[in-house]
């Protein structure tokens, strides 16, 4: 029975040729858009699933809050927290791991000639194996970061150094100045992960490199991990950290710090905390692809049930002459339902040939490497099998029961027109569906689009064009100005500065004791720590006092320069009556000098609030210098980056030169964005061809029922201009309809998806006017060809058998 239904099924798509490539083109290009969202789905949500004690698994958040301070809610805590965690709580923790790199954007290995500055290599406790499932190829994982002056390298990391030679056992020097020997190589890991590690050093190293490494409770650079024991609640020790708090914490900080526990399997698209090891995924965006995706497959199954129920009536006396010969009904419907189930696996084998088309385009749009190989990927193995079968069977499934319920005494009296006339509402129900979700995509796109430009392009407070920066190394400290004397003497680089975080991307907390505050007391405020160039190399604005000056070395080194949001936070009135107020750090008694024009210190996805620049105290002043940042001209680029590179050999012959320009960097805090704009707008032209084949079907179809009332019209007189308007009239007023139906919808979406910018784009009614003429536009186009083609159509051939 089966294979008479699928033979049967196959003639009848070879009889009708042109709706059968239509809809399954259709189909095959929703299922191929799903799949790839699918794919991307999945990848975001496996983050760090592969762990074997996942569950047990938390991070710890430190949070530092206070009234009047902006704090900060870091997904790092200082380096001791961990041990004394395990040492005050054993019968909650298992262990814990930290993973920790000096706050050093970068760190170099050095084999031989070879040097190389690295960005992922963290330090990490021996117990990490214990905690985590990173597999080691090479190496026992209880004591491959056991020792100091130990390394564990990724295979990648170790065939960059040591090609096809085994690496264990060899020596890379590390910073130029200790040697690391290699103890492990891990095996590939298949599957995502926030932690990306690409080398690995003992902690005990780290202790080499700062003894004192331990005994600091406010610098928090340490990423810390606890693995609770079996049975154990994450409530149960963050009860315990109040007193954990009180116990160690110095007094100042602890009425402003606590601490809680975040699941690791929900970190990569639930957490964007200070300090992230890197930028995580969002699950507002998940939400949008999925979104997305579903509708993308419902308009690709609302063109087949549009056009098998258009093509009803057509079949009508196949019905009639089937239950004449003696058919069931429950026959017709399996007939009918194997025709949609094979079209849909049809559609299905020609997707999975437009996905291995698309693919490398969508991971680069997306910036995923992602695997199509269906074999080894149960789960879309899985879901690929069920979007067929549901496909066709959800989209045949009207189609089956309506053409089965056609009583045959009427079909063969030539009643068929009349039956098929019943599914005309639901034709036009499920044409007004598509154009809505299509028509609600374009607004989205126009949306999240004009947001990226506008973050892209609004004025942040301070210049970003045309800036340099050089990431610096401790040895490079001490010698930053003689480095900068030196790039100096080339006239294409108009000033140099340094900076201990990059501005408009991050930036510390710090104690302050403002003037009006209790003595002995403190309150964390951003601020970045930098020298006496730094406004004039960045561009910012004074609106009063004065700057940082080298004139004014003795004065300055107790002096600071506060924002406008600054001002306004402390009461203190205006810019000019805050020049002199005390502002004490613990380095000193300083005062405020200076107030600058309000400037995005981190992206402008927050709003603008209180913000220092302080010098740093003599005695702490290497530790702070960390970025060198260059102002240059446009002209002579490779001669001013020549210069760049000669006086860096000269100065730092053992630490490879890089750098990268501060405009190009600060783009990247969008690139999520980015993507989710992109994607959106693929999607959204994916969504309106897949709309406008079913639509180019149905105004074939529409002007083959009508062939012969268009033949009369045009015997009685009728002009082209009035049949073409004749047939497209009904499908604009569906798309007006859509219109009215797609863009309250939208609006409210797109309302509450800006709502996590602090700065945001209006939604102006011009892009819902764009999005419908567009929409309409496309609708006529696609519909006219066929009414055009119809209008044409000498009326003798329509009418010589009347």
Not at 55 to 70: A, F, N, T
Not at 722 to 751: E, R
Not at 767 to 784: K, P
Request: aromatic fraction near 12%; charge should be positive.
């Amino acid at each position: 029975m089966l294979k008479n239904y699928f033979k049967t099924a196959y003639r009848n798509l070879l009889r009708h040729k042109f709706y059968s490539a239509i809809t399954i083109l259709g189909l095959a290009t929703g299922i191929a858009c799903f799949l790839l969202i699918f794919m991307f789905i999945q990848d975001e949500v496996r983050y760090d699933k592969f762990h074997s004690k996942a569950d047990r698994i938390y991070r710890m958040v430190g949070k530092l809050d206070s009234e009047e301070g902006q704090g900060e809610e870091s997904s790092s805590n200082p380096p001791p927290v961990a041990q004394a965690l395990k040492t005050d709580y054993p019968h909650l923790i298992e262990e814990t791991v930290r993973f920790f790199n000096f706050q050093q954007p970068t760190l170099t290995l050095e084999l031989e000639e070879k040097k190389i500055n690295e960005k992922h290599l963290f330090f990490a406790d021996s117990t990490l194996f214990k905690v985590f499932d990173f597999p080691l190829a090479k190496g026992n994982p209880e004591k491959a970061l056991a020792e100091p002056n130990s390394i564990v390298l990724t295979q990648k990391l170790a065939e960059k150094y040591f090609g096809d030679e085994d690496p264990l056992g060899k020596v890379l020097k590390f910073e130029g100045q200790f040697n690391l020997k290699v103890t492990g190589v891990l095996a590939e890991i298949e599957h995502p992960t926030h932690i990306p590690f690409e080398g690995l050093i003992s902690f005990r190293t780290a202790y080499v490199m700062s003894p004192n490494l331990d005994k600091n409770w406010v610098w928090n650079p340490a990423w810390t991990y606890i693995l609770l024991k079996d049975g154990v609640s994450p409530e149960e020790l963050e009860a315990q950290f109040p007193n954990f708090i009180k116990k160690y914490y110095p007094e100042f900080v602890q009425p402003q710090i606590t601490h809680y526990l975040q699941p690791l399997k929900s970190i990569h698209l639930h957490s964007d905390l200070d300090y992230e090891m890197q930028p995580n995924g969002d699950i507002n965006n998940i939400f949008i692809f999925g979104v997305i995706g579903i509708f993308i497959l419902v308009i690709a199954c609302i063109n087949f049930m549009n056009l098998a129920t258009a093509r009803a009536a057509g079949r009508a006396k196949e019905v009639g002459i089937r239950k004449v010969s003696g058919a069931y009904r429950s026959q017709l419907i399996g007939q009918f339902l194997a025709e949609a189930v094979l079209l849909s696996f049809l559609a299905v084998m020609l997707a999975l040939a437009l996905v291995e088309i698309l693919l490398p385009v969508f991971s680069e749009v997306s910036g995923k490497a992602l695997d199509a190989n269906i074999f080894t990927n149960p789960a879309l193995l899985v879901g690929l099998l069920l979007i067929g079968l549901l496909t066709g069977l959800v989209s045949g499934l009207y189609p089956a029961f309506f053409l089965s319920a056609f009583e045959p005494v009427k079909v063969l009296k030539g009643s068929a027109a009349k039956a098929g006339s019943g599914s005309a509402v639901l034709r036009k129900s499920l044409v007004v569906l598509q154009f809505a979700i299509s028509l609600g995509l374009i607004v989205g796109t126009f949306v999240i689009n004009r947001q990226l430009q506008y973050m892209r392009s609004v004025d942040l407070g301070f210049k970003k064009e045309q800036v340099l920066i050089l990431p610096l190394r401790p040895p490079l400290a001490p010698k930053t100005q003689a480095l900068t004397d030196e790039l100096l003497r080339n006239k294409n680089i108009t000033s140099v500065t340094t900076m201990n975080e990059i501005l408009g991307e991050n930036h510390n907390t710090h104690e302050f004791n403002y003037e009006g505050m209790e003595r002995g007391k403190w309150i964390y405020f951003p601020a970045l720590i930098i020298n006496e160039d730094f406004v004039k190399t960045l561009g910012l604005q004074l609106v009063a006092g004065r700057d940082f000056s080298k004139t004014h070395q003795r004065d300055d080194s107790l002096g600071l320069l506060i924002n406008e949001a600054m001002v306004k936070h402390l009461g203190w009135g205006t810019p000019e009556n805050a020049i002199g107020k005390r502002f004490d750090t613990p380095g000193g008694s300083e005062k405020v000098i200076g107030v600058v024009k309000d400037f995005n210190f981190v992206s402008v996805a927050n709003n603008i609030g209180p913000f220092v620049l302080d010098l740093p105290h003599r005695r702490h002043s290497f530790f702070w210098k960390k970025y060198l940042a260059l102002r240059i001209s446009p002209e002579n680029h490779e001669q001013t980056m020549a210069h760049v590179e000669q006086v860096w050999g000269k100065f730092s012959p053992q630490f490879p030169l890089e750098y990268f320009f501060l405009d190009q960097r600060l783009n990247q805090q969008y690139r999520t964005q980015e993507n989710l704009g992109k994607l959106v707008g693929y999607f959204s032209i994916l969504a309106i061809m897949i709309a406008c084949l079913g639509l180019f079907a149905l105004a074939s179809f529409t002007a083959q029922q009508r062939t012969k009332e268009i033949g009369i019209r045009k015997v009685m007189g009728a002009s082209v201009r009035s049949i073409v308007y004749l047939l497209t009239k009904d499908f604009v007023k569906l798309v007006m309809l859509a219109a009215l139906i797609a863009f309250p919808v939208a609006y409210f979406g797109m309302h509450h998806w800006l709502r996590n910018f602090a700065y945001r784009v209006p939604i102006p009614v011009w892009v819902f006017v764009l999005a419908g003429f567009l929409g309409l536009l496309i609708a006529v186009l696609t519909v006219s060809y066929q009414a055009i083609k119809a209008a044409y159509t000498n009326p003798v051939k329509s009418l010589k058998w009347e």
